[in-house]
């Protein structure tokens, strides 16, 4: 269907409000870290806008920074799967199923907070610090690979992938051995080109590989993040559910930050030399990247009342869009928001969400960035792009978690 933009009176007689329809949103060619040029005009017009969702429905979708964190803190506005519906698939005739037992995502009070208390023990700042002698040591085992294998090589399968598996495996006490199967169920859920039944069948793989590795602690008990939660009172089921969660999502967020970051600093050749020189950069340059690139870019809410945002009613029951990458490059909080500056202070970005749903596992993504990204410029200082930036093959816009599917690099001379 064709995207749609004009302005629509509001049924208060308000003033006429945006209206943007993003079910056929694309990247401008040669702009492949930037968002969607038809969301950001949308966020010149103004923080919200209404815009047309599949099947007619009407929803608003917010595209400045304030707003954006406002709902995102407001307990009005609910995570609910089956009143938060797809925006780029029309799905008003699906049945939306019950949210699993655990997958707290979709979970609001009370059940969510009860899930985040649990799981807040184990994803602490201290305990993240603690990885950091062996994520150092897996990244230098596989940049000596690397080394030894010579160029080329694609950056995701040798560096990108694999650094974050085996961290989150350790973690959570999956067997690193596994991680082919679930490393492909996981892309085929997150990458935005699967049908429905191939995600489906990705779902359950996924859930009954997790569902064995809980039996398998019950009976004996590990002193990893599934093995303290045994102890907890959560049932196999929550407990399966949880873990499906924090596999899936620790998998697929930080492969992606640390490719799409790759490629970003490549094509920023001043940003990647100043890595090089400073690598005590890496702190400043992991939250730049994040708000820059804002992988996670899209989430969901519905309004349970009737609500004031912005000047505009929300009904209640509407679907509300929140558009985490133009709230990153909103100027009216960052200055220059669309130069990766590594020196920038990044403080306040969005994009490990905000409020009481934040990304539980952004400690860990952290520290994995902070050590891969300057082990990687100081290894590789000559890495390179192997293939024109054009040819680089991109997720589709539908993704829920935008990045490369691969990045062939070289180095040397």
């Not at 150092?136 to 080394?147: G, I, K, P, Q, S």
């Not at 100081?378 to 680089?392: C, G, K, M, W």
Request: aromatic content about 6%; charged content about 20%; some cysteine.
């Amino acid at each position: 269907m064709p995207s749609s933009r004009g302005m629509m009176m509001d049924p208060n007689g308000a003033e006429p409000v945006h209206t943007v329809s993003v079910l056929s949103v694309e990247r401008q060619p040669g702009c492949p870290f930037d968002p969607p040029e038809e969301l950001t005009r949308a966020r010149r017009h103004g923080p919200i806008s209404r815009c047309l969702l599949p099947g007619g429905r009407q929803g608003w979708l917010v595209t400045g920074y304030d707003l954006v964190r406002s709902v995102l803190a407001d307990s009005r506005f609910m995570c609910i799967r089956g009143l938060t519906l797809d925006s780029y698939v029309d799905i008003s005739d699906v049945v939306v199923p019950p949210v699993a037992p655990g997958e707290f995502t979709f979970m609001d009070e009370p059940q969510h907070t009860r899930y985040r208390k649990l799981l807040a023990g184990e994803f602490t700042v201290r305990r993240m610090r603690m990885l950091t002698e062996s994520i150092e040591r897996v990244t230098a085992d596989h940049l000596d690979a690397m080394e030894k294998d010579g160029p080329p090589t694609d950056l995701v399968t040798a560096f990108a992938e694999p650094i974050p598996a085996i961290m989150i495996c350790e973690l959570l006490g999956v067997p690193y051995q596994d991680r082919g199967s679930f490393q492909a169920q996981s892309a085929t859920l997150f990458n935005g080109d699967a049908s429905a039944e191939e995600q489906l069948a990705a779902y359950t793989a996924l859930r009954e590989y997790i569902a064995q590795l809980v039996a398998v602690k019950r009976a004996h008990p590990t002193g990893d993040v599934l093995g303290d939660l045994t102890t907890s009172d959560l049932t196999d089921e929550e407990l399966t559910g949880a873990g499906f969660l924090l596999l899936a999502a620790g998998l697929d967020t930080t492969s992606n930050m640390l490719a799409f970051g790759t490629f970003a600093l490549l094509s920023h050749p001043v940003q990647w030399a100043a890595l090089h020189a400073d690598p005590a950069l890496a702190d400043k340059a992991v939250e730049e990247l994040m708000r820059y690139l804002s992988v996670a870019k899209t989430f969901m809410r519905t309004a349970l009342e009737d609500v004031e945002l912005g000047g505009q009613t929300i009904t209640a029951g509407t679907t509300v869009l929140l558009s985490l990458h133009t709230a990153n490059r909103d100027p009216r909080r960052f200055p220059q928001p669309d130069t990766l500056d590594i020196e920038r202070q990044a403080i306040g970005h969005l994009g490990f969400g905000h409020g009481r749903h934040q990304c539980p596992g952004q400690q860990l993504a952290r520290v994995v960035m902070r050590v891969a990204f300057p082990a990687l410029v100081n290894r590789f200082p000559s890495l390179r792009l192997d293939v024109p930036p054009e040819a680089i093959d991109l997720h589709s816009e539908t993704a829920d978690v935008f990045g490369v599917h691969s990045l062939p690099v070289a180095w040397g001379a």
